[in-house]
């Protein structure tokens, strides 16, 4: 058979299928060769979505990685607060614990406040408020009557 005697013989259906034959062929063709034919433009479409979602997980990414970089550093900080707080709140129970020692053991422990004993007490008051000058009733404290020393002997303003 020759090449013509096949064409005449090809039914209408035949020939849609030997012309899709030779679209398919083309096209595959060209594509090959690097043309490509997008009238719709959905490949750019495609492209832009991706890039778009890859900027939004690197931000995303960075945002994680901030905050636990904060997380951490207010972790730190909030132990070394801790540590500062204990170690003065340890400081302070020490410096109590020596005063009510040195005041029991005291000569004059059930007499009446005088000048010695008032002394003592306004040592370890001191020692207090050195260690914690926030605390209230400390010389550093705004809003005290007379300093608050006054108020402890006898015969000053407050007695």
């Known amino acids: 058979m020759r090449a013509v005697s096949i064409l005449r013989a090809l039914t209408p259906l035949g020939w849609l299928a030997a012309g899709a034959v030779v679209l398919a062929l083309g096209f595959t063709l060209l594509g090959g060769l690097g043309f490509r034919w997008d009238p719709l433009n959905l490949q750019q479409k495609s492209l832009e979505t991706a890039r778009t979602q890859a900027r939004d997980a690197a931000a995303l990414a960075n945002a ?33 614990a020596t005063a009510v020692a040195q005041a029991r ?49 006898p015969g000053g303003p407050a007695g």
Do not use: F, I, W
């Open 64 to 96: 994680q990685t901030n905050a636990r970089r904060l997380e951490t550093e207010g972790a730190a900080a909030q132990a070394q607060r801790v540590d500062h707080y204990q170690h003065t709140t340890t400081a302070a129970e020490r410096a109590t």
């Open 105 to 153: 053991s005291a000569d004059d422990a059930d007499h009446p406040l005088e000048d010695r004993r008032a002394d003592r007490l306004r040592g370890h008051d001191d020692e207090l408020c050195r260690l914690a000058p926030d605390l209230a009733g400390c010389a550093g404290k705004a809003g005290l009557a007379g300093g608050g020393a006054s108020a402890m002997r």
